[in-house]
């Protein structure tokens, strides 16, 4: 692996796609209700974006090998950890890993102080508030990831729905309104979903560390149900875009990406082994990719024909 690979999946640039597509569908929005469109503070817009879920994703590994979650996930024969795992093995040291880390941040600043110099001070809020959360999600004092009452799983609905959508379509329009609200609800809810079931992949080491996420607190069956639900809620809030006009009628078809996902779903016992939620990660993943380019082809085209 050359160092460009290394860095890329220890930021786990893959998983872009969760953040790029929400600030999308805000400018987008923009462009199909009210006609306008700045590409150069969208490209800006999307590049801090972009910085900022690298950031996130680094500094969640960095704190959950500080807090002992990588190393119990080693040590748990049943877990699959999501973590690049290159602080546990010792690929990387945790003082490069650190300025890599706080590269980005000062990067995603750096994008959110040029676009609120043309749109304003909510601009440069939105970011902050998302760099707290991302910072603070396995960070002490807080460490909210770690309590299990639902504050991580509205904190990756703020942080992947509502910010990010209501953040880019006040870039483009300096405006707030209900409809970006409620466009950052089908995407928010089905990237919650991609996060909170990959929790079980590793909840038994979470368990270990102290992690106390949903799946540890209610156990397999529970948290199966609420995951069931969560994906149901998502589809519906897709539904509601449309009857409110947020989205063209066409967005529906994003509605059929669920197929694939329930279908997992039906294959899942009370209690499975960790590797038997592989297929409900990779199907969540695709989900969420899949519904909201469709979603952000249906505001493109609603755009165009305006």
């Keep these: 692996m050359?160092?460009?690979?290394?860095?890329?999946?220890?930021?786990?640039?893959?998983?872009?796609?969760?953040?790029?597509?929400?600030?999308?569908?805000?400018a987008l929005g923009a462009c199909a209700w009210n006609g306008t469109f700045r590409p150069i503070l969208f490209l800006v817009t999307l590049l801090g974006a972009a910085c900022a879920h690298l950031f996130s994703n680094m500094i969640n590994d960095l704190w959950d090998f500080r807090n002992g979650v990588d190393?119990?996930?080693?040590?748990?024969?049943?877990?699959?950890?999501?973590?690049?795992?290159f602080l546990a093995g010792g690929t990387i040291s945790e003082k490069a890993f650190g300025w890599a880390t706080w590269t980005f941040f000062f990067a995603a600043a750096a994008c959110g102080v040029a676009v609120s110099l043309y749109s304003g001070f909510w601009a440069i809020a939105f970011g902050a508030l998302g760099g707290l959360i991302a910072y603070f999600y396995v960070a002490p004092p807080i460490k909210?990831?770690?309590?299990?009452?639902?504050?991580?799983?509205?904190?990756?609905?703020?942080?992947?729905?509502?910010?990010?959508?209501?953040?880019?379509?006040?870039?483009q329009t300096q405006q707030f309104g209900y409809r970006p609200f409620l466009l950052s609800l089908p995407i928010g809810l089905l990237t919650t979903l991609i996060l909170f079931n990959h929790h079980f992949l590793h909840w038994e080491a979470d368990k270990r560390a102290g992690k106390r996420t949903l799946v540890v607190v209610w156990g397999e069956r529970r948290a199966l149900v609420f995951s069931r639900w969560l994906a149901i809620l998502s589809y519906a809030s897709l539904a509601v875009c449309v009857a409110v006009q947020a989205l063209?009628?066409?967005?529906?078809?994003?509605?059929?990406?669920?197929?694939?996902?329930?279908?997992?779903?039906?294959?899942?016992?009370?209690?499975?082994?960790?590797?038997?939620?592989?297929?409900?990660?990779?199907?969540?993943?695709?989900?969420s990719v899949r519904s909201g380019a469709i979603m952000a082809l249906a505001l493109l085209l609603q755009g165009l024909i305006r």
């Design 71 to 85: 190393v119990a996930a080693k040590e748990t024969a049943a877990a699959i950890s999501t973590n690049s795992g």
């Design 248 to 287: 063209p009628w066409y967005a529906l078809f994003a509605a059929a990406t669920a197929v694939p996902l329930f279908r997992v779903y039906g294959t899942l016992r009370n209690e499975n082994e960790s590797r038997a939620y592989l297929p409900l990660m990779g199907a969540s993943l695709k989900a």
């Design 144 to 171: 909210f990831g770690y309590r299990g009452k639902g504050y991580s799983e509205i904190a990756i609905l703020l942080s992947f729905g509502i910010l990010p959508v209501m953040g880019a379509y006040y870039v």
């Design 2 to 26: 050359n160092t460009w690979h290394m860095w890329m999946k220890a930021s786990r640039s893959r998983v872009l796609p969760v953040m790029i597509i929400p600030v999308a569908l805000g």
